[in-house]
């Protein structure tokens, strides 16, 4: 059969086409083939960092590419946040996420920042839960809350570090001057690490942080805990007290971690990499570490972990309006 030659030159030109489609999709090996960039908000050796590097350290075997640690502290984790919200959405670029930065940063530094806490970010999984400790220099009299407040009242504006302005641990702070109707003098670090380590050296009495980032510095007796956010005592620190058994019901404060994306990087990847975070969490020796750690794993992926920061951002935003807290 004779075909005419406009038709065969169609069928040709359609044919290489529909090559030249498929030639990236055929030419784009799967993710991930490369290392992948992990951006931390805060110092070194902080409680997120110390976390960072934990699970990394077996996601990375399972995943296939090692992951590169950065930290970007400042603005009240608000900077390093950024960096993931600008960076390619292919999978490559993640975000230790941190409820200073969302619940707190996010409104504080609204006027500063160009990224929305739930719109900008794909939040794949919460990796801990837990409770920050009020620490104090093993010189001071402090024993509790109670103790710092009544110091206060005496000598107006006592020192206390935190991991930085617009940080949790600032915002609480705040929230606990108020509530005892004390003035306090906020000395502001770039990393949990060193305001805890400048305690330990009596260069500032007291600090609020993550447990996790001190626990062994508590244990082995080098700075002395005299206060748990939780609401109730911790039992690997039970002779820790509360706030609220000393007078501030409201003051109870339950800090978190997780995992975030560019919020369009695909859901394939967003998938895989949920996957292999919830498998390593359940590792029993990852457990056993979080319990040393005085934090529990986190349990929220997906859709799940999204939801959840979410309504973490509206809880916590008139809380940090009506506390008074300033960036400047």
Same mark, same amino acid.
């Given at each position: 059969m004779q075909m005419n030659a406009p038709s065969v030159t169609r069928r040709l030109l359609m044919g290489a086409g529909a090559t030249l489609l498929a030639a990236p999709a055929l030419a784009q090996a799967p993710w991930p083939n490369r290392p992948i960039r992990l951006v931390v908000p805060f110092g070194p050796g902080g409680s997120t960092d110390v976390l960072a590097?934990?699970?990394? &350290?077996?996601m990375s $075997?399972?995943?296939?590419?090692? +992951?590169v640690i950065e930290n970007r502290p400042g603005a009240g984790a608000t900077l390093g946040t950024g960096v993931v919200a600008d960076a390619p959405p292919d999978g490559y670029t993640v975000l230790l996420s941190a409820i200073s930065a969302f619940s707190v940063g996010s409104t504080l530094y609204r006027g500063r920042i160009t990224w929305d806490p739930v719109r900008s970010f794909a939040h794949v999984g919460m990796i801990q839960s837990g409770y920050y400790a009020l620490m104090a220099n093993n010189a001071t009299p402090y024993r509790n809350p109670g103790d710092l407040a009544a110091a206060?009242?005496?000598? $107006?504006?006592? *020192?206390y570090a935190t991991s930085g302005v617009g940080s949790l641990p600032h915002l609480f702070m705040l929230r606990f001057a108020q509530a005892a109707n004390i003035e306090l003098q906020h000395i502001p670090y770039r990393g949990g690490a060193q305001a805890v380590n400048d305690v330990v050296a009596g260069v500032v009495p007291v600090t609020l942080d993550g447990i996790a980032s001190s626990v062994a510095l508590m244990r082995g007796g080098q700075i002395r805990g005299i206060g748990i956010t939780g609401p109730t005592r911790q039992p690997l620190f039970p002779d820790m007290p509360?706030?609220?058994?000393?007078? +501030?019901?409201?003051?109870? *404060?339950?800090?978190? *971690?997780? #995992?975030? #994306? $560019?919020?369009?990087? $695909?859901?394939?990847?967003? &998938?895989? +990499?949920? *996957?292999?975070?919830k498998e390593v969490l359940e590792l029993p020796s990852i457990i056993a570490r979080y319990q040393q750690l005085a934090i529990d794993p986190g349990t929220r992926f997906g859709d799940a972990a999204q939801a959840f920061v979410a309504n973490e951002v509206e809880t916590w935003r008139p809380l940090v309006l009506a506390s008074g807290a300033t960036v400047d």
């Open positions: 590097r934990l699970l990394t &350290d077996q $075997p399972r995943l296939g590419q090692p +992951f206060a009242r005496a000598r $107006p504006g006592l *020192a509360t706030f609220v058994e000393h007078g +501030f019901p409201g003051l109870v *404060a339950e800090g978190w *971690a997780g #995992m975030a #994306m $560019p919020a369009a990087t $695909p859901r394939p990847i967003q &998938d895989r +990499f949920a *996957a292999v975070l």
